[in-house]
């Protein structure tokens, strides 16, 4: 069993990926193809965004969308800290500070109190200057934007969505990418729509930072090619791998009733032996994980040791909460609690999360589950 599956997808899209691989061999424009803009065009209408323009990875998503918004030197930008790395990351690579904020327990997403207390505590410090908040939608559920903007609007912050995770999921019917000032996802491989290599996107309903964005993920270019107006990047998506993104696009609608299916099903069957994922009420995510608490008395590591041994993947995210990675941790300054994120770091693991999954497949899943949470329980009563 894998824990993703794209050999499964490649049997629906591999027809069109190849005839479209073979068109770019033929034509050989590898960067900058007419498939890129066809594809942004594409992506926009999906997110319902006025722009979408790609780029290398969501990584140089997030740091081309601070470079936009002139985040640097003595800026603070609130990240939550249960996330992966890249989120802090971009932050501190486009010259600002991250500073760190808590997690709900239940939806994993940052929390608005918290964000709210980090914000105050910068500001009565007064050695960095509040710039933006960057939410990320983790697991695949949109952060709670409504929240966030309303804090954003309270102390003139610039709002980016980590959508690397978040692409497909809504909130009341608005797609995800389409909440920040500045939107962002990646298309890694694993991610729910990724491609075959690294790659990214960068949503925004503002023209001047779409020109802004598109001058920065070429070299700062200005109006002609050897025109360089400021410092910006080498971060291109290239044809090839927007050709099969367009290729997965034609399924991915599907895939998202696909993926939401396999989840309702998970947390049907195992409701009463685990803490199952939390939707809010109007929220859809697009599943880029499965993700599971072990309760009180139960024993994470066991559960995955022995999930393993039956050969169902299961991995944690995130062990390690950012600002306690090796990176971070030396510079630790706490401008909120982050006990929720720790709590979480030591209970979370995620399941096999794919379109793909059959249900015979989950069911399995879940007895292993069950009977391994039902040994362990039995033997601590003996
Ligand atoms: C994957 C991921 C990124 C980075 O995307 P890359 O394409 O790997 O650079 C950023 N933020 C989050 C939350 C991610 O999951």
Redesign the pocket.
């Known amino acids: 069993m894998q824990f993703i599956d794209l050999h499964r997808q490649y049997e629906v899209i591999g027809k069109k990926v190849e005839s479209g691989l073979n068109r770019v061999l033929s034509h050989k424009k590898f960067i900058g193809g007419s498939e890129i803009r066809e594809l942004e065009d594409r992506l926009a209408d999906f997110a319902g965004t006025k722009h979408a323009i790609c780029c290398a990875?969501?990584?140089d998503a997030?740091i081309i969308s601070l470079m936009t918004i002139g985040a640097g030197d003595n800026d603070a930008v609130f990240v939550p800290s249960f996330?992966?790395f890249?989120?802090a990351e971009s932050v501190s690579l486009a010259g600002a500070t991250p500073v760190f904020v808590d997690c709900r327990r239940d939806t994993f997403n940052i929390s608005a109190g918290s964000l709210k207390e980090a914000i105050e505590n910068v500001k009565r410090e007064g050695k960095l200057k509040p710039k933006a908040i960057v939410a990320?939608d983790?697991f695949g559920q949109p952060a709670e934007y409504d929240k966030i903007r309303k804090i954003a609007d309270e102390y003139n912050l610039f709002v980016i969505e980590?959508g690397?995770?978040g692409f497909g999921g809504e909130i009341k019917g608005k797609k995800a990418c389409s909440f920040g000032d500045i939107s962002t996802t990646?298309f890694?491989p694993a991610?729910p729509l990724g491609c075959y290599g690294?790659g990214?996107a960068i949503f925004t309903d503002s023209d001047e930072f779409a020109e802004m964005i598109r001058s920065l993920h070429i070299h700062g270019q200005g109006e002609g090619k050897y025109d360089n107006i400021r410092i910006g990047m080498n971060s291109r998506l290239d044809t090839m791998q927007a050709v099969i993104l367009d290729a997965k696009m034609d399924v991915f609608e599907n895939e998202l009733e696909m993926r939401n299916h396999v989840a309702q099903r998970y947390s049907e069957k195992l409701r009463d032996w685990l803490d199952v994922p939390v939707i809010l009420d109007n929220y859809m995510s697009c599943w880029a994980q499965y993700t599971l608490k072990a309760g009180e008395g139960q024993n994470r590591d066991h559960i995955i040791r022995s999930l393993n041994e039956q050969n169902i993947p299961a991995a944690v995210y995130y062990p390690i909460p950012v600002h306690l990675s090796g990176a971070y941790k030396s510079a630790d300054q706490r401008y909120a609690e982050l006990t929720n994120t720790e709590y979480l770091c030591s209970r979370v693991f995620s399941i096999p999360m794919h379109a793909y999954l059959k249900d015979d497949e989950i069911d399995v899943i879940c007895d292993t589950i069950k009977r391994i949470t039902e040994d362990k329980n039995r033997s601590q009563n003996e």
Request: hydrophobic share 35%.
């Open positions: 990875n969501g990584t997030l996330t992966f890249s989120t990320v983790l980590d690397a995770q990646s890694f991610k690294d990214g």
